[in-house]
């Protein structure tokens, strides 16, 4: 497949006329002028698929099941729980009735809920197929972890210890020191699959994603890291952002900020762009999601990067904010999050460039080259 | 008086852009709207190169002390009767509410605030403004609607009752049978004609109705899918108005909706979650053209506080994406809902003799994403101005 003439941005801050070939789903040549039949693009804007960096899509839940029950990515029976894997949870059909490309969509993150100090680990997933192991993209992107106040409220309401703010920084520590402590190649020690799955973390294999309600929690969460300098941290929203953020170490710690359309959650009220562009400026990275506590929309993975054009003129870097950074975040950019030759052709059209001017409207999104959504297609619905 | 000068003014009247326009402003009142206005005696802003239009108006919000975090039932929902059509939102408002600061940064200077959706009838629905004095001084029209639900709402919550209403069925009844019995309390008053011995007991749940059976006020609905259908129908039996609120899926019933006789408008949003199975599922912001172009009349809601104020452009800005003309969309948050509320002498048009409720864009809104609220004025007081904020 030839795309022809399109202003390609590339994802990486660069964006010019150029034609792109795909082969056997990854892309195969960018150049200004490629020799060969084509799909006449000129005009148009091709940019790298939206990555909705943290997200619940593809989950099932008691929305959907004829018994009431929980999400399943939400396992709130007990508060530490870092051996459960988000991909026993993800439904291929769930997020593919979404119609995710038709807003320019074609992978995102998913994670265990905010509910639990340890939630388990996160995977990312192509946005359109049946099979969530084909989907996948890659396992073990991260362990959720969880300071904010939704723990307390699940197991405070029982009457179970995390019921404080206390008991949460105290679980949080003191499971971080017994995985540090715990060696299964040593002799006698019995094999323990949530120390084992806490101390990858410790050991840099993956990040930690942190749910935070303020600067405060940020603070005291990076000082209780502080003898695990392997540790890196991405803080799932900048909830309570204020400048005590400035002091967070930019090579530990990256941020995700979704767009905060539900104002029933005054931690998400407050917006402080301008101290996130002065942690973006230090060398921060900051990825876009379309989620803000419970409330998300495929629409608002573009509502936040248009938000973000109010305080970063460069629209290039907000949209690589969307594509490249949210990669990186999930340890997919080697396949997946700009437009590079060898990469997967995740690939979105637009008829204008949508973080300029909100008449953009997706004519075409591919997953791997694939044609998953054309302008025109029938809304998908559950009824 | 106060004079904001050389804007691109859109009147949401006629004519409908002036460039180089001007506002006048007295007394908290638009004095005139034209070009080079005579500006002796006045403070003026110059706004060269920025938008200067109504103040938007959220057409069905609840902001309100809203259940937060466990903390009790909140003050919006009243969910002990199916039927509380004697209630009235005035008293759930908190007037210091964060939500209303955040609507003044939004440029939001008026919103509709409703009783939830968990009771067939819910209560009247006021109309405030988002800054100013007290509650009292802040209200423009009370009652603007009489606020009604359909599905799932009032099914799940009577569902858990072992009550009428657990189905469709049962709301369709329970909502006729309070007109019928608003029709019943009207004829006896009738024939009373003023004799007090003759009149029924005082009943204010029946006379809450009584300004929709004269069609002075519309029955404010939630509504989606199918259901939409089901209330343009009790419409018609009972030659009621009605707006239909939230309204996912109206794609699916333009040429009914463009038929209907009782339709006063259409209400639609918010998209705050993902597409799940029931009424909620189908997002089709094409609708809000469809039916434009049909002539009907159509807003935008932030429901807020289940979603934010900067949800009003965006969604309106979504409408643009599928269509709509930018002119023609930013009717949906002005004039139109103004409408639909019977406050279009007052609020959602620049025009002389009109509320000098004005918000000011940097750029074009919901065509610019990069567009935001500079200043925004309520009766002329200016409420929120970029960068003083902290």
Redesign the interface.
Known sequence: MLLKQAVVHDGLGAAAVCDVRIENGLIAQVAPHIDGEGIDLTGMHLLPGFIDTMSK?GINGT??EIRPSSDDNDEKSEPVTPELDVIYAFNGRAVS???LPAYGITACGVAPSDNNVFGGQAAAFETDGVNGYTMCLRRGVGLKCSLA?EVK?VYG?RSVMPSTRMGIFQLFGSWLRKADAYDPDKEGVEPDEKLAAIRRALRGEMPLILACDSANDRALAMDILKPYPDVRVIFTSINGMDEQDLALDPARVSFVTGF?????D?RS?NRRYDVLTKLMDRGVHVAVSGMDGT?????WVL?E???L??HIADTERVLSMMTIEPARLLGIDAQTGSISVGKRADLTVFTMN????????VVRTMIAGRTVYQEGDE????? | MLLLKNATVLTMDEPQVIEHGDVLIDGGKIAAVGTDLPQEGCEVIDLTGRIVMPGLVDAHAHRSNFPVSGEGSGDINELTNPVTAELNALYAIDPKNESFRISCAYGITTSCIAPGSGNVVGGWCVAIKSAGGDLASRVIANPVALKAAMGINPKGVYSGKNRLPMTRMGIAQVLRDYLRRVQAYMKKKEAADGDPEKLPPYDEALEHGIPVLRREIPLKVHAYQQDMMTVLAIADEFDIDVTLDHALGASDFVEEMAASRHLRGVIYGPVYIGLFPGEGCKVDFDAMKLLDDRGVCTAMMTDALLSGAQMLVNQVGECVRAGMEPMRALRMMTVNPARMLGLDSRIGRLAPGMDADIAVFSAMPCVAPAAEVLMTLIDGQIVYQKNMEG
């Open positions: 899509w929305a959907y009735v979404q119609q106040r409220r309401g905060a359309g539900g104002d029933l005054p009220m409330s998300y929309s495929r629409e509502w990067g248009m938000e054009t109010r949508p973080l300029t001017d909100f008449r953009a409207r809304i998908k619905c559950y009824c």
